[in-house]
């Protein structure tokens, strides 16, 4: 079974930066259809970023411009770039991968942005 780790999270100022990053127990990018998702409390889980194994990538609107979603096949890992961070986008992040018959999710990494 596939394992993912969420890590880089944290408290940010408005129009800051963070980086999360997705680290897979083994190589999956390329038969796993990557995305990052959130949840805001009060809120239903929306997705942010996708990424699929040939490397195409969306992205939810409220977030086209400003965030990016990458990949190191060396490293397993997966990472979402944020930039000019906004109070709406105080979430917790989760890494989420998925094939036809799997769906495995990191245990989400908290996002703050805050003066």
């Known amino acids: 079974q596939v394992q993912l780790v969420d890590a880089g999270g944290g408290l940010v100022q408005p129009g800051g930066s963070l980086r999360l990053s997705c680290a897979a127990s083994r190589s999956i990018f390329s038969t796993y259809i990557m995305d990052w998702y959130r949840q805001a409390p009060g809120n239903s889980r929306e997705l942010v970023a996708r990424?699929?194994?040939?490397?195409?990538?969306n992205y939810a609107d409220s977030v086209k411009g400003r965030f990016t979603i990458t990949r190191d096949n060396t490293k397993n890992t997966l990472y979402l770039q944020m930039n000019t961070l906004k109070p709406e986008d105080t979430a917790v992040y989760y890494c989420?991968?998925?094939?036809?018959?799997?769906?495995?999710w990191g245990q989400g990494t908290q996002v703050t942005v805050s003066s």
């Open positions: 989420h991968g998925q094939t036809l018959n799997t769906h495995v």
């Open positions: 990424m699929n194994p040939r490397g195409s990538t």
